[in-house]
């Protein structure tokens, strides 16, 4: 067994999932910036997507993180024993939410709480049908994929969950596909990997109506645009339409792995009886992950961040238009610079790193569209510098090809 440096280890001992790594070696990271082992600061625009809000170490979260570890770290199975940080993050988020989402199921990430929403509508439900859309993306567990809607994700994993149906989104023929025997329709608000799309508010309230017709729930995957990145705390409130199932995770645990799900008593009953332990999980709701989450969301609302999220929209919007730029797209600090082609994409996030420091990327179902997702923190200045530089980096980019 060799033992290098840790550029070794990576190239040679760390399982790959692509053949063309960015390798960048992180030494340490704090508020937008990373720093790399060969003295490079490079300004962090996505977040490690979509997480950290707060900009990477906020010291609130780490001094929650220290305190609860020396306190304690895992004791038991979620929800046997009564463990401080666990309820105090739960009785906040459900302070924060709709009276009917007033419980929340603790996990480890995104495709857990995915997992866990759409086991508990089909156990609260009865049924196992689900509808869900072209281009939404909810993980890469088995139960996850089989909801996402990119063929080429699922077809090598084959066979996956049967009887899920997808429909394109804001396509009003769903009302159709959504009948008395379809457990949930579960789906982003705002599609993040589908290239940054947006509901229609219409099209969502038909679906919310449909559902509640028909005794479908509802699942909302706010995990990409929870935690304020769209300017309110979930994107669900810009629609003023409520979930049955709310998922979550990413910037929830300010750095930390941690997900949720948030239901009313009632459908989480569905996990209590026949048999009971329904659904369990060893790590989930762990307690320095819930003490850092805790800190998360204190600092989220107390120093009023999300009001952010419309000012960096409105920047954006501003400063990105001109030669080879299509659009932007998204709400808040959850956008997408739609470029004409996929050779210009690549050329402008990698010419923004080499040349800029800057850290840009895609969404995984979309090659033309370069993902913005700053820091809630960022300063007007620093946040206006590099809107330029990437406006600039483009027209360059478009000229020359
Ligand atoms: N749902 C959405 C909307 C996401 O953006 C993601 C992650 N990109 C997931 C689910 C999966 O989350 P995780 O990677 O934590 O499993």
């Not at 495709?111 to 049924?127: P, Q, V």
């Not at 808040?332 to 050779?343: H, N, R």
Request: with cysteine; proline share 5%.
């Amino acid at each position: 067994m060799s033992q290098g440096s840790p550029r070794d280890g990576f190239f040679r001992h760390v399982a790959q999932t692509s053949d063309a790594p960015l390798g960048l070696e992180i030494t340490d990271a704090d508020g937008v910036f990373l720093r790399t082992r060969d003295g490079r600061e490079i300004i962090d625009f996505i977040s490690g997507i979509a997480v950290s809000s707060l900009g990477h170490g906020h010291p609130e979260v780490v001094r929650a993180v220290q305190e609860q570890a020396a306190r304690h770290m895992h004791v038991m199975v979620y929800g046997e024993f009564i463990q401080r940080p666990q309820s105090a993050l739960a009785a906040r988020l459900a302070s924060l939410l709709p009276d009917t989402l007033d419980r929340i199921y603790f996990v480890n990430s995104g495709t857990e709480a995915n997992e866990a929403a759409l086991k508990l509508a089909k156990k609260h439900t009865r049924r196992h049908r689900f509808v869900a859309f072209r281009n939404g993306y909810h993980g890469d567990t088995q139960g996850s994929l089989s909801v996402t809607g990119r063929d080429v994700y699922r077809t090598p994993y084959e066979p996956l969950l049967p009887d899920v149906t997808f429909c394109d989104f804001n396509d009003p023929a769903v009302k159709e596909l959504i009948t008395g025997d379809v457990a949930a329709v579960i789906l982003e608000p705002i599609q993040g990997e589908g290239g940054i799309i947006a509901s229609d508010p219409h099209w969502l309230a038909a679906v919310r109506k449909r559902c509640t017709e028909t005794g479908t729930l509802l699942i909302f995957d706010e995990i990409q645009s929870g935690f304020g990145r769209t300017g309110r705390l979930f994107a669900f409130e810009h629609y003023g339409i409520v979930p049955d199932i709310l998922t979550m995770a990413k910037a929830m645990g300010g750095g930390m792995p941690l997900g949720g799900l948030a239901s009313s008593s009632d459908i989480f009953r569905a996990f209590m009886f026949d048999p009971p332990l329904s659904h369990v999980t060893t790590f989930g709701g762990h307690p320095v992950s819930c003490a850092a989450a805790e800190a998360a969301l204190r600092v989220l609302m107390r120093d009023g961040l999300m009001e952010r999220a419309p000012e960096i929209e409105r920047k954006a919007r501003e400063i990105l238009c001109g030669k080879g730029i299509v659009e932007v797209r998204g709400r808040g600090a959850m956008l997408g610079l739609q470029l004409t082609d996929a050779e210009t994409t690549r050329k402008v996030v990698t010419h923004c790193l080499e040349k800029h420091g800057i850290l840009l990327g895609w969404t995984l179902h979309s090659n033309t569209l370069v993902r913005l997702a700053p820091p809630l923190i960022i300063d007007q200045t620093l946040l206006e510098q590099t809107l330029l530089t990437i406006r600039d980096a483009v027209s360059r980019v478009a000229e020359d090809l």
